[in-house]
């Protein structure tokens, strides 16, 4: 066998300046072009999560109107007049005397009013 004419080199070749530079200047230009694209990507990204925050705090104020409406009817159901006379009965409380009834006015707002009193004008 006969040997080989030839050898593995490696080959060096010249840098193509001119080459890169397109090269590169097609990058920057496509950079350039693209950039709008993303702006816009990343604001539709935005209004997509503020719609869903948005979505997130609609239910929450659904969630806290419908328990309003049920606190409403049991507050109606607790301060109606049966309800307070069952719950006094329950305590084994009685009606008060006529007599024994103190009717306060609204007016009376002084401190030195706050005071309890006796109807017959001891303190």
């Given at each position: 066998?006969?040997?080989?004419?030839?050898?593995?080199?490696?080959?060096?070749?010249?840098?193509?300046?001119?080459?890169?530079?397109?090269?590169?200047?097609?990058?920057?230009?496509?950079?350039?072009a693209?950039?709008?694209?993303?702006?816009?990507?990343?604001?539709?990204?935005?209004?997509?999560?503020?719609?869903?925050?948005?979505?997130?705090?609609?239910?929450?104020?659904?969630?806290?109107?419908?328990?309003?409406?049920?606190?409403?009817?049991?507050?109606?159901?607790?301060?109606?007049?049966?309800?307070?006379?069952?719950?006094?009965?329950?305590k084994?409380?009685t009606?008060?005397?006529?007599?024994?009834?103190?009717?306060?006015?609204?007016?009376?707002?002084?401190?030195?009013?706050?005071?309890?009193?006796?109807?017959?004008?001891?303190?």
């Amino acid at each position: 066998m006969k040997g080989r004419g030839w050898k593995n080199r490696a080959l060096i070749r010249e840098r193509d300046k001119q080459g890169a530079r397109r090269v590169w200047m097609m990058l920057a230009l496509l950079a350039v072009a693209l950039a709008p694209a993303g702006v816009y990507l990343y604001e539709q990204n935005s209004c997509l999560q503020l719609s869903y925050e948005i979505e997130v705090i609609e239910r929450q104020r659904d969630q806290l109107a419908e328990a309003e409406r049920r606190l409403e009817v049991i507050r109606a159901g607790v301060a109606s007049m049966q309800s307070i006379e069952r719950w006094a009965a329950r305590k084994r409380l009685t009606r008060p005397a006529p007599e024994e009834i103190v009717v306060v006015p609204y007016e009376v707002q002084d401190i030195d009013t706050r005071l309890a009193r006796v109807p017959d004008g001891r303190e």
